[in-house]
């Protein structure tokens, strides 16, 4: 996998469910040597947890592989908006 790029492993919380913060919502597969500089990294697998509460959105399904910096995933929360 190319270095900032992340893998979506699973999903832990199901598109439109309600979560809560730091509920786990998904895991996720990277190069760990994106977070430490190592020269001879491996892949590592995480676990994300919600940053807010309101109604998990799904933007790429288990298999893709997106820029780290990709909008993978939002928070709906009461009034309309997102996170």
């Known amino acids: 996998m190319d270095d900032y790029k992340v893998r979506i492993i699973r999903w832990l919380k199901n598109d439109g469910e309600f979560v809560r913060i730091d509920d786990l919502v998904c895991e996720i597969e990277m190069n760990e040597g994106q977070l430490f500089s190592e020269a001879k990294a491996k ?12 109604i998990l959105r799904h933007r790429a399904s288990p298999g893709d592989v997106v820029d780290i ?7 709906e929360r009461p009034g309309g908006w997102h996170l």
């Open 43 to 54: 892949m590592k697998t995480f676990e994300l947890g919600a940053w807010d509460n309101g």
């Open 69 to 75: 910096l990709y909008e993978f995933a939002v928070i």
